[in-house]
């Protein structure tokens, strides 16, 4: 039937295992194994909200080892035992070992990114992005800069370094829709462009080059196009190699504390 | 004596009207005062002879009222409106009586929930029956329930399914002659599914048709070993009756498990079809079964809209049916036989329809360990929101997705209370700022005679709310977006919309009150009612 996206309701009950009580254990079942073991049910249960990788979708993005309702092993057992009452996050209802193999699954989607290291001078790296690489025209970083292009305060906690070194090179490479951005001409030959937030039928609502938020009504423009390439340019050939290390260290480091 | 006498004259003119009869039920289309029924009307047409509001005075719509619910579920649930009063479930079972007028609070029922639930798709409702004085619900804890009109008072309640094993209650149910008719949602969960009638004075069951037939049973060849015991084919949407066939229609959900039919080799009768019963006894008169051994979740959970007209130059009783699979059909309701059958969407699955509405399977469209981009999407070219039969223009409207899904083939476990499906598609549900291929909505208006669309309105967003046509030539619809929206029935141009801020998962329904009409659409999680400027 699955009538919508999946999601959900609220269950009241726990799982067999929990209630016997499980505050404060650590995961008795976190072998490469188990993770995999729970990845199975992972895509069962969870991935039409989560995204089959984990990285979200109508849910949150669980590659990014943030849990907002506790992040201990026996708090994540709880959330995926019981549910979050009020949201549609729902409670599944498997043995004990299952529901640990799916926090080890769980757990080790955000594995891994801290173990990145960067060969170049972070510090070096920051003074290029707020300088002579003009980063900081387009992107913020923890309340600096301009918030035309993604916020990057959680970058390197979010992509590779080999990821980053390809946005840096390729930029159209991979535009996600969030960072398409528009350009309208009003009646009056005005022309607009921003980033886009929102679309409906009748409207577009953006963040202006100026960083003003406009919205547009579809039947006032003479033309709108939405531009599905990087507002930003390659940096191929703009930077040294030493720099090019030093800018990628400093976006490798730059994690919000959690 | 006499003051009591008075008072007594006063309490019977009270009781008198504010129910509903199986008369009523069966001339609903006759009083357009009322919405008495979950599709508005047997035929399920969603069409009303009001022109109170009509082309060219319903850009002077103004707003009458708003319910806010009490809950941040989603918001499912028609009303019933009869003789002033409007009757909505607030999410998940609670029933609130409202004032249609002034939207103004009669009373409330609170339904507690006992045990926990295992729902696929959020703890929705879709709504209410009636008969006399009594409001019947199913609930998502298994219960069948019967309220006392006036006061909401429960009168009794019956638990017909186990909510732990994966059975819920979702659908309105339909209540024909003396009967309340509904059946099991769970097709998520390895059920085996049912339709059944009950008493409207105690709830006990009268007969029961399960949509799995059991060894023996005519259908059952259709399975292998035990596969039936967890075969799906639930049903979560009200069906139709025709009164003078006397035969009920009831579409049914898909098989399980969903997207790995590995495990249930065979057609797997009688799931994804639609049933024609008689609703006396349950009896199986025909079937029609849409998309044979399904892999893709297209249920045939869509409201089976009942016309009689001239079609390709003889009267006939049709039945017309857009499909979740992508495809519009045209049957003969007297006895199912397929008369045209044509996609209104981009489908992948088949190639087309034979002769005789069999779908020609696409090689390569199946779900796959590595996964397979197919159209319709997992949600489908439709579902289960209500289309509209307008007979002035003589076209069948309904909304329209746009969109595909990648499909993944995983290993079905079934353990009891989880879901049992098989892995899951991407690309469940478009979203316009996050997708690249979004896909799109459409309002779309088929010729019955031909299949075509003779015209199209065409949103940025997809749609999951049911149309309302009216006499005033006008169809009302909304949007994920948040639209509310008038379209001319004849050509399908936007003539007024107002924007409600919440998405609409429901249909509207159009009435009177105190001699105004109004129309009533749920949008997030208030009800909005709207009329003429005064």
């Known amino acids: ?258 | 004596m006499m003051r009591i006498a008075i008072l007594l004259g006063l309490f019977s003119l009270t009781l008198a009207g504010q129910q509903v009869t199986s008369g009523d039920l069966v001339s609903a289309n006759e009083n357009a005062a009322n919405w008495v029924t979950y599709n508005g009307s047997y035929d399920s047409r969603h069409y009303r002879e009001l022109d109170q509001i009509k082309t060219s005075n319903v850009s002077n719509l103004e707003l009458k009222w708003v319910w806010q619910a009490h809950s941040l579920e989603k918001f499912e649930s028609c009303p019933l409106v009869v003789d002033g009063v409007m009757y909505v479930v607030q999410m998940p079972n609670d029933v609130v009586a409202l004032d249609a007028r002034t939207g103004r609070e009669f009373w409330r029922y609170e339904h507690v929930m006992q045990g926990r639930q295992n729902v696929c798709c959020g703890r929705v409702n879709r709504g209410l029956a009636m008969l006399g004085e009594r409001l019947f619900m199913g609930t998502i804890d298994g219960k069948l329930i019967a309220l006392d009109a006036k006061t909401g008072a429960l009168e009794w309640e019956r638990e017909l399914v186990d909510p732990e094993g994966g059975y819920s209650l979702t659908t309105a149910p339909l209540v024909v002659k003396d009967k309340v008719v509904l059946g099991t949602a769970g097709g998520e969960y390895g059920i085996r599914g049912w339709l059944a009638a009950f008493s409207p004075e105690n709830g006990e069951e009268l007969w029961r048709f399960w949509t799995i037939p059991a060894p023996g049973e005519p259908g059952h060849e259709t399975w292998k070993g035990d596969a039936w015991q967890r075969g799906g084919g639930s049903i979560w949407l009200t069906g139709s009756y025709d009164p003078d066939l006397d035969l009920m229609y009831w579409g049914t959900g898909n098989p399980a498990p969903d997207w790995n039919g590995d495990v249930r080799p065979g057609d797997n009768l009688y799931t994804d079809s639609v049933v024609a019963l008689d609703p006396d006894d349950g009896k199986l008169k025909w079937h029609f079964q849409f998309t044979p051994h399904d892999v893709w979740d297209y249920d045939s959970v869509q409201i089976p809209v009942l016309v009689d007209r001239e079609w390709q130059g003889r009267q006939r009783k049709l039945m017309l049916w857009g499909n979740r699979n992508g495809f519009f059909y045209v049957l003969d309701r007297s006895n199912g036989e397929f008369l045209l059958g044509k996609p209104f969407a981009k489908v992948s699955w088949a190639s087309g329809l034979d002769a005789k509405g069999r779908p020609m399977r696409t090689e390569g469209a199946e779900p796959s360990r590595g996964g397979v981009r197919t159209w319709p999407s997992v949600q489908g070219a439709t579902n289960w929101y209500a289309p509209t039969y307008n007979p002035e223009t003589g076209l069948f409207a309904l909304s329209t997705w746009e969109y595909a899904s990648v499909y993944h083939k995983g290993d079905p476990e079934y353990t009891r209370g989880n879901r049992y499906i098989g892995s899951l598609p991407r690309g469940v549900w478009p979203d316009v700022r996050k997708d690249e291929n979004p896909g799109y909505g459409e309002i779309q208006a088929i010729d019955p005679e031909t299949g075509e669309a003779r015209w199209r309105y065409r949103m940025t967003g997809i749609s999951e709310s049911g149309l309302l046509s009216s006499s005033g030539g006008l169809i009302f619809s909304g949007s994920l977006e948040g639209y509310f929206f008038a379209l001319d029935a004849k050509n399908g141009e936007l003539l007024w919309r107002a924007n409600l801020g919440g998405r609409m998962a429901n249909t509207p329904i159009t009435y009177t009150a105190e001699g105004q009409q109004l129309v009533t659409v749920a949008a997030g999680n208030s009800l909005f009612t709207f009329g003429l400027r005064e």
């Open chain 1, 1 to 258: 039937m699955l009538a919508k996206a999946l999601p959900l309701c609220f269950l009241f009950a726990t799982a067999a295992f929990a209630q016997h009580g499980v505050e404060g254990l650590s995961n008795p079942y976190k072998t490469p194994e188990d993770a995999e073991a729970g990845g199975r049910i992972f895509r069962s249960h969870c991935a039409v909200c989560h995204g089959p990788e984990g990285s979200g979708g109508k849910a949150a993005d669980l590659t990014l080892g943030r849990f907002r309702h506790g992040s201990s092993d026996s708090d994540l057992y709880k959330t995926i035992s019981e549910g979050i009452p009020g949201t549609e996050m729902p409670g599944i209802f498997f043995n004990g070992k299952q529901m640990w193999q799916i926090v080890a699954y769980v757990r080790s989607l955000s594995e891994g990114r801290a173990a990145e290291q960067a060969s170049g001078d972070p510090a070096a790296g920051k003074a290029l992005f707020f300088g002579k690489g003009g980063c900081s025209n387009c992107h913020r970083v923890n309340g600096e800069g301009s918030r035309t292009g993604p916020d990057l305060s959680d970058i390197g906690a979010m992509r590779s370094l080999a990821h980053l070194e390809a946005a840096l090179l390729d930029p159209d490479q991979q535009v996600l829709p969030q960072h398409w951005y528009v350009e309208a001409v009003t009646k009056d030959g005005k022309t607009i462009r921003g980033r886009r937030l929102n679309e409906d039928t009748f409207s577009v609502q953006l963040l202006g080059v100026d960083q003003k938020l406009i919205s547009l009504r579809k039947d006032e423009l003479r033309s709108y196009q939405v531009v599905k390439k990087s507002a930003m340019p390659s940096y191929e050939g703009k930077l040294s190699d030493a720099e090019l290390q030093n800018l990628l260290a400093y976006m490798a480091s730059l994690r919000l504390t959690r």
